[in-house]
């Protein structure tokens, strides 16, 4: 019965995990290259606010969809994300209305919080940025968005 157990467990760890070489493979960075602190978000409904349509939703993303956060980047730094580890790139960009992955770089002081912040900073388009990638720059970037 002791062999049994050893022989089921060691099956289920070699067939059951990911390996440490695959883990975060293709995890997007987001690289601040600016010398000051920025904020940026992207959509994760891959159907919406990405090129060619990038007008920023009128209601902070928070509000829409509580697993689309507005996130900061210090100076030099690079700022992991989700994208890419749990699906691949392939199944995300097929879903992008002109195969380009958009992201949205804010220059303010503070973290926008509130509906009140989001409108203050959609006011002033100065300090609203966009990038656009496609896949193939993407992937020359070993999955790096660089500001600027």
């Keep these: 019965m002791k062999k049994i157990f050893i022989l089921l467990t060691t099956s289920f760890f ?6 440490d070489e695959n883990l975060g493979k293709y995890s997007l ?3 601040n290259m600016s010398g000051e602190t920025i904020f940026f978000w992207y959509s994760k ?8 349509n990038t007008i920023l939703p009128a209601i902070i993303p928070m509000e829409q969809d509580p697993y689309s956060e507005i996130r900061g ?8 994300a989700n994208e890419g580890q749990l699906k691949s ?3 995300i960009y097929s879903q992008l209305p002109d195969d380009k992955f958009t992201v949205y770089f804010f220059e303010t002081d503070s973290y926008p919080s509130t509906q ?7 006011s002033n388009t100065n300090k609203i940025h966009i990038k656009n990638v496609t896949l193939e720059e993407l992937r020359a970037n070993n999955y790096t968005i660089f500001y600027p």
Excluded: F, N, Q
């Design 116 to 122: 009140e912040d989001w409108e203050l900073l959609l």
């Design 45 to 52: 409904d891959y159907t919406r606010y990405h090129y060619p």
């Design 14 to 19: 070699l067939m059951g995990c990911p390996t």
């Design 29 to 31: 960075c987001i690289k």
């Design 73 to 80: 980047a210090g100076t030099g730094g690079c700022v992991g």
């Design 89 to 91: 790139w392939e199944s």
